[in-house]
């Protein structure tokens, strides 16, 4: 798990905006996503910026050098 403090960064240099009630409902996915356990899963309707809200977390993990596994359960995804 990352400490807040790293995914606020991470939040911080994403140059992303988390305004607004979907925003912060975005944030607080990312934080528990961030902080959480080792596995957590994050789920959502199409076009809801599930890929736009892992940004900072990828960069985040991608800088402490770990690797990192996604996965697509969509038919258009898998084809």
Known sequence: ALARSDVRRAVRQSGLDFSGEHGRAQLE???RLGTGGRL???VAAAGAGKTTALQPLVAEWTREG???YGTALASRQSD
Do not use: C, P
């Open 29 to 31: 996915a990312i934080y």
């Open 40 to 42: 957590t899963a994050f």
């Open 66 to 68: 770990r690797t990192l």
